[in-house]
């Protein structure tokens, strides 16, 4: 085994043997392994281009030679070997290092990327700025074959092949995107690899690049072979490699998808381990399972990410035909579902909130400019959500709620959210997204069936002076401040809006009677957010708003219960600013 403590860089791998390159993925595996099942991770990815990644270090001068990632989640082991092993071998420094490429954490990441199909695009301008500059160093892209579904992988590689200089893409090969791919493209892969690479039908051939292709993407010899080949080409080419998703590990290389991202497990025998218990993608795919038995027109779409859904392998098989995957393609699920409703039918994608920012146009153009009842289902729209910064989950209110068209519908709880949902299905009059809660809840207050008179808010506890307005789940907060200030004597009115799109005038000019202070509280970002609606409302009026939601930047790997307090959105801060404010 190789000590992995006296890694410090790729120049440190550069004299190895190969037999001693061998030892080294051993030692990365093992250890890379160690971390995972404890810690939790992308595992199958990491695994499966572990070889390639020494590879590419041992004949690429980084960061002299620039490697871009594409999502970059199987950046593991370049981090490892780029002066970072002491957050995969201390656990006291697990947390060290991000999931993804990071640019403040070492020179040797050029992107922070989390989302899919940029890398291409991104190489593609580093390799343009070398050659108006007079560079010379190897510029190389790294996407997986799940990735290439992107519409801006495509565009990407359009251009890329137009370069006319040094420009390598690394395609990863294992037949997977995190569940299985999807998409005419994968036939032309299937055909490169049964055929070693020399099929007449070849997708990057017909784009202009040269191709190189290895059979045993996991070996060491084939993986410095192709890439010193490749090293100084002075034409783009293409390198694909045929790899084994979670290489190396039974358990990801027998389930592949379970594996793409694991939380914590045992190592010995692959279970997870996990707290289990009632979630929303569970609630969401058994409604839709029902529905899809009881009329054909309703489908579910994912873009990729069916387990997000709740659907897993054997609901997909019970849903059929009425279960799509257009694989990563966030653009085509919005469009494909503007045209299905167009058609009749009763098209729900179901989405994560970061995710859908890619398909801002076809929501607006597809969908909102038609009034197509396309229905979204949006999963991880929290603070609660996904902590890291490239998948932060609150900017979908300001994104989706200030399109003409579109209902956006924020559930308190469980209950509220099939209430909604339920609705969303049934109805045909417009567009609607209902934002799934980030924090599982159930409430014992009755919900309507139908949410047909729009922006008709909910008053769930009336009082007078104060009124707090509370999106979503932060009605909790709001009615834990409404009890704690009711025990000093102090009654406030709490008011569920249900609706994120728009407002309830009637009630805001009723609160004019007997208060003066409205708080809104929303899960989402402030500025473009729900509270602002509120607040122009008001504008001309003696009505004092104070609006509480997520301050506008980035985040990354954040305290949730810090967050939430910092802007307001507790209990004891929502107290405390009604305090302060009628003291």
Same mark, same amino acid.
């Given at each position: 085994?190789?000590?992995?403590?006296?890694?410090?860089?790729?120049?440190?791998?550069?004299?190895?043997?190969?037999?001693?390159?061998?030892?080294?993925?051993?030692?990365?595996?093992?250890?890379?392994?160690?971390?995972?099942?404890?810690?939790?991770?992308?595992?199958?990815?990491n695994?499966?281009?572990?070889?390639?990644?020494?590879?590419?270090?041992?004949?690429?001068?980084?960061?002299?030679?620039?490697?871009?990632?594409?999502?970059?989640?199987?950046?593991?082991?370049?981090?490892?070997?780029?002066?970072?092993?002491?957050?995969?071998?201390?656990?006291?420094?697990?947390?060290?290092?991000?999931?993804?490429?990071?640019?403040?954490?070492?020179?040797?990441?050029?992107?922070?990327?989390?989302?899919?199909?940029?890398?291409?695009?991104?190489?593609?301008?580093?390799?343009?700025a070398?050659?108006?500059?007079?560079?010379?160093?190897?510029?190389?892209?790294?996407?997986?074959?799940?990735?290439?579904?992107?519409?801006?992988?495509?565009?990407?590689?359009?251009?890329?092949?137009?370069?006319?200089?040094?420009?390598?893409?690394?395609?990863?090969?294992?037949?997977?995107?995190?569940?299985?791919?999807?998409?005419?493209?994968?036939?032309?892969?299937?055909?490169?690899?049964?055929?070693?690479?020399?099929?007449?039908?070849?997708?990057?051939?017909?784009?202009?690049?040269?191709?190189?292709?290895?059979?045993?993407?996991?070996?060491?010899?084939?993986?410095?072979?192709?890439?010193?080949?490749?090293?100084?080409?002075?034409?783009?080419?293409?390198?694909?490699?045929?790899?084994?998703?979670?290489?190396?590990?039974?358990?990801?290389?027998?389930?592949?998808?379970?594996?793409?991202?694991?939380?914590?497990?045992?190592l010995?025998?692959?279970?997870?381990?996990?707290?289990?218990?009632?979630?929303?993608?569970?609630?969401?795919?058994?409604?839709?399972?029902?529905?899809?038995?009881?009329?054909k027109?309703?489908?579910?779409?994912?873009?990729?990410?069916?387990?997000?859904?709740?659907?897993?392998?054997?609901?997909?098989?019970?849903?059929?035909?009425?279960?799509?995957?257009?694989?990563?393609?966030?653009?085509?699920?919005?469009?494909?579902?503007?045209?299905?409703?167009?058609?009749?039918?009763?098209p729900?994608?179901g989405?994560?909130s970061?995710?859908?920012q890619?398909?801002?146009?076809?929501?607006?153009?597809?969908?909102?400019?038609?009034?197509?009842?396309?229905?979204?289902?949006?999963?991880?729209?929290?603070?609660?959500?996904?902590?890291?910064?490239?998948?932060?989950?609150?900017?979908?209110?300001?994104?989706?709620?200030?399109?003409?068209?579109?209902?956006?519908?924020?559930?308190?709880? %469980? &209950?509220?959210?099939?209430?909604?949902?339920?609705?969303? #299905?049934?109805?045909? =009059?417009?567009?609607? +997204?209902?934002? $799934?809660?980030?924090?599982?809840?159930?409430?014992?207050?009755?919900?309507?069936?139908?949410?047909?008179?729009?922006?008709?808010?909910?008053?769930?506890?009336?009082?007078?002076?104060?009124?707090?307005?509370?999106?979503?789940?932060?009605?909790?907060?709001?009615?834990?401040?409404?009890?704690?200030?009711?025990?000093?004597?102090?009654?406030?009115?709490?008011?569920?809006p249900?609706?994120?799109?728009?407002?309830?005038?009637?009630?805001?000019?009723?609160?004019?009677?007997?208060?003066?202070?409205?708080?809104?509280?929303?899960?989402g970002?402030?500025?473009?957010?729900?509270?602002?609606?509120?607040?122009?409302?008001?504008?001309?009026?003696?009505?004092?708003v104070?609006?509480?939601?997520?301050? %506008? &930047?980035?985040?990354?790997?954040?305290?949730?219960?810090? #967050?939430?307090?910092? =802007?307001?959105?507790? +209990?004891?801060? $929502?107290?405390?600013?009604?305090?302060?404010?009628?003291?």
């Amino acid at each position: 085994m190789i000590d992995l403590t006296e890694i410090h860089s790729p120049a440190d791998i550069k004299g190895m043997s190969i037999d001693e390159l061998e030892q080294l993925a051993d030692s990365l595996r093992s250890v890379l392994l160690t971390k995972l099942s404890t810690h939790g991770g992308h595992t199958g990815p990491n695994l499966g281009f572990l070889e390639a990644t020494i590879a590419m270090h041992y004949v690429f001068n980084s960061p002299v030679d620039k490697i871009v990632y594409d999502v970059s989640h199987q950046s593991y082991v370049h981090k490892m070997l780029t002066g970072r092993i002491a957050a995969f071998t201390d656990p006291a420094h697990y947390d060290d290092v991000t999931g993804y490429t990071n640019p403040g954490e070492s020179e040797h990441d050029f992107f922070t990327i989390g989302h899919t199909s940029t890398a291409v695009s991104l190489a593609g301008g580093l390799a343009k700025a070398r050659d108006l500059q007079g560079g010379t160093e190897n510029i190389i892209a790294v996407i997986g074959d799940g990735s290439l579904s992107g519409g801006e992988a495509f565009e990407g590689l359009d251009y890329g092949a137009t370069l006319g200089t040094n420009f390598i893409v690394v395609v990863n090969d294992n037949d997977m995107s995190i569940a299985e791919n999807h998409g005419g493209l994968y036939a032309d892969l299937h055909l490169l690899r049964s055929t070693d690479g020399t099929a007449d039908n070849n997708y990057f051939r017909s784009l202009g690049y040269a191709y190189r292709y290895v059979r045993y993407g996991n070996d060491l010899r084939s993986l410095i072979k192709a890439f010193s080949e490749v090293k100084d080409y002075n034409r783009p080419v293409v390198v694909h490699l045929n790899t084994q998703k979670g290489n190396g590990y039974a358990p990801a290389e027998a389930n592949r998808e379970k594996f793409h991202y694991a939380a914590p497990f045992n190592l010995e025998t692959g279970e997870m381990v996990s707290g289990g218990g009632e979630s929303y993608d569970d609630i969401f795919s058994a409604m839709m399972l029902d529905k899809m038995k009881n009329d054909k027109r309703v489908a579910v779409i994912t873009a990729g990410t069916p387990g997000v859904l709740g659907f897993t392998p054997e609901k997909r098989r019970e849903a059929g035909r009425q279960f799509i995957d257009v694989g990563i393609a966030e653009q085509e699920a919005v469009a494909l579902a503007s045209g299905m409703a167009k058609g009749g039918c009763r098209p729900v994608f179901g989405v994560v909130s970061s995710f859908l920012q890619r398909a801002y146009d076809q929501l607006s153009q597809d969908v909102a400019i038609n009034n197509t009842p396309v229905v979204l289902n949006i999963f991880y729209g929290s603070v609660a959500g996904m902590t890291d910064v490239t998948h932060l989950g609150w900017f979908d209110i300001a994104l989706v709620a200030n399109i003409p068209g579109w209902v956006y519908l924020a559930p308190t709880c %469980k &209950e509220e959210y099939v209430a909604m949902l339920d609705w969303a #299905v049934r109805q045909t =009059s417009h567009p609607v +997204a209902v934002r $799934v809660p980030g924090v599982m809840a159930s409430c014992d207050r009755e919900f309507p069936a139908d949410y047909d008179d729009l922006n008709r808010n909910e008053v769930v506890c009336c009082g007078s002076r104060v009124a707090v307005i509370a999106a979503g789940t932060c009605l909790k907060a709001a009615l834990e401040a409404a009890d704690k200030l009711k025990a000093e004597g102090v009654d406030i009115t709490v008011i569920n809006p249900r609706f994120l799109s728009g407002i309830d005038t009637e009630l805001l000019d009723s609160l004019k009677a007997d208060h003066e202070l409205v708080i809104t509280l929303e899960d989402g970002v402030i500025d473009g957010g729900y509270g602002e609606k509120v607040a122009r409302y008001y504008g001309d009026s003696d009505m004092k708003v104070m609006c509480r939601g997520v301050k %506008k &930047e980035f985040l990354d790997r954040y305290d949730i219960g810090k #967050v939430l307090a910092d =802007s307001g959105l507790t +209990a004891d801060a $929502v107290v405390a600013t009604i305090k302060k404010a009628i003291k």
